[in-house]
C-alpha cells in the first residue's frame, strides 16, 4: 500500500465535522492555543482546519500560517474551511514524521488531537522539536491514557476504537512522551475540564524548545 492509502479515511473525514463537539467542548480550548500567535507557525495534522478560525480572529500582518495533513479527504475539507474563514495557510501533504521545513523554522508549533493517530509518535516529536526555534513554543491539545480503571478500559477498547476511528488511539501516554525528549522546558501544563463531562482525559499545554537542544533529530 503507498503512503496516502495507509491513511486515507474519507468516511471519517465525511462525518468528522458533524460528530465531534467543536463547540461545546473544543471552541474554547482550540482558541486558547491560537491567542498571540507570533511568527511562522505550523499546525501539525490540521484535520478539517477546526484550527483556523481561531487563528483568523487572531491573525496580524506577521503571522504566517503552515499546516500539513497527510489525509486527502481531510485536507480538502482544510482547504474548503481556509476559504471559508479567509485564512492564508501553506498547506501541505504531509506526515509529522518528515517534515520537509529546515531547522529552527518557526516561532511556534501546533498540535490539536494530532498524536493519537499519528504512526510513529516519537519521530514526530522529534521532528517538531526540530522544525522549532530555540525558545519557540509547542502548544498542544490531547487526549491521553488515563490512570486507574480507566485506563484499563482505554486499553480493552482501543484495538477497536483504532479500526473505527480512523487510526485514533485512546491510550497513548502522549505528555509523558513529549517532556520525556529532553528538548522542551514546560511552560504550563494542566487537565482540561470541559462544561460536559468527558470520559476521555485531555491536556492542554505549552512547551518550550530548549536553547541547548540541537541534539534533536540527530
Given at each position: 500500500m503507498?503512503e ?5 479515511h ?66 480538502n ?34 498540535s ?11 519521530s ?7 522544525v522549532?526555534k ?23 477498547f482501543?484495538p ?15 505528555v ?14 494542566e ?15 505549552r ?12
Amino acid at each position: 500500500m503507498t503512503e496516502r492509502a495507509e491513511i486515507s479515511h474519507p468516511f471519517v473525514a465525511s462525518i468528522y465535522d458533524l460528530v465531534v463537539p467543536e463547540r461545546t467542548l473544543f471552541a474554547s480550548q482550540r482558541a486558547a492555543l491560537a491567542a498571540d500567535l507570533f511568527g511562522r507557525v505550523l499546525e501539525i495534522g490540521t484535520g478539517t482546519g477546526a484550527m483556523f478560525a481561531h487563528v483568523a480572529r487572531e491573525r496580524s500582518d506577521a503571522l504566517e500560517y503552515h499546516a500539513i495533513e497527510p489525509d486527502p479527504y481531510m485536507r480538502n475539507r482544510a482547504r474548503a474551511t481556509a476559504r471559508d474563514v479567509g485564512l492564508a495557510v501553506d498547506l501541505r501533504d504531509v506526515r509529522a514524521e518528515s517534515l520537509p521545513y529546515p531547522d529552527d523554522a518557526f516561532d511556534v508549533v501546533l498540535s490539536a488531537m494530532v498524536f493519537c493517530t499519528i504512526a510513529d509518535p516519537d519521530s514526530a516529536v522529534e521532528e517538531v522539536a526540530r522544525v522549532l526555534k530555540p525558545g519557540g513554543e509547542f502548544r498542544f491539545l490531547e487526549h491521553v491514557h488515563a490512570d486507574g480503571p480507566l485506563g484499563a478500559t482505554q486499553e480493552l477498547f482501543n484495538p477497536a476504537w483504532r479500526r473505527l476511528a480512523g487510526g485514533c488511539n485512546l491510550d497513548r501516554r502522549t505528555v509523558e512522551r513529549f517532556v520525556g525528549t529532553g528538548a522542551f522546558d514546560v511552560l504550563e501544563v494542566e487537565r482540561v475540564d470541559f462544561p460536559v463531562p468527558s470520559p476521555i482525559p485531555f491536556v492542554r499545554g505549552r512547551l518550550q524548545r530548549r536553547r541547548d537542544a540541537s541534539f534533536v533529530g540527530c
